[in-house]
Structure formats: C-alpha cells, structure tokens
C-alpha cells in the first residue's frame, strides 16, 4: 500500500462527511461512507498526534542562548 499523507486523508475525510451530508446515499451506501470516514479520521489523528511529538519549541535562556525543549501541551 502507498503511503498516504494527511492532507490526502484529510480530503478523502471532507468528501465522506459532505456524502454524509447530502443524505442521498442508501443506507448501506452510508455505512460503507461511514467507515471509510473512520478509517481516515483515525489515519488523520494519527498524523497529527506523531507531529505533535515532533514539535519542539525554542526557549531563549537568560545567558541569550537557545536551547529546544520538546513541546508539552498544557494538559499534560
């Protein structure tokens, strides 16, 4: 399987949800929707979750250096 980007699965999610929408899918045409929005919800949250993990910040110190620290989101 190719890998996939997040924006790709972010568009595949935005298309499902505006199917979803729009109300004109039978019932097994909109769980198949369903789905397939779940799996790209959860690939998209997956994404976003890795690069959270990588984000780091730049602190400057009193002496004027700069030193990274890894990004700790205030509910943690």
């Given at each position: 399987m190719a890998v996939?980007?997040?924006?790709?699965?972010?568009?595949?999610?935005?298309?499902?949800?505006?199917k979803l929408e729009g109300g004109e899918l039978s019932l097994e045409d909109s769980l198949k929707a369903f789905e397939e929005g779940i799996k790209?919800?959860?690939?998209?949250?997956?994404?976003?979750?890795?690069?959270e993990k990588r984000v780091e910040v730049l602190l400057k110190?009193?002496?004027g250096r700069f030193v990274t620290e890894r990004?700790?989101?205030?509910?943690?």
């Amino acid at each position: 399987m190719a890998v996939e980007k997040f924006e790709t699965a972010l568009k595949k999610l935005e298309e499902v949800v505006k199917k979803l929408e729009g109300g004109e899918l039978s019932l097994e045409d909109s769980l198949k929707a369903f789905e397939e929005g779940i799996k790209q919800a959860a690939f998209c949250s997956k994404k976003l979750n890795e690069a959270e993990k990588r984000v780091e910040v730049l602190l400057k110190q009193k002496d004027g250096r700069f030193v990274t620290e890894r990004f700790q989101p205030k509910d943690e």
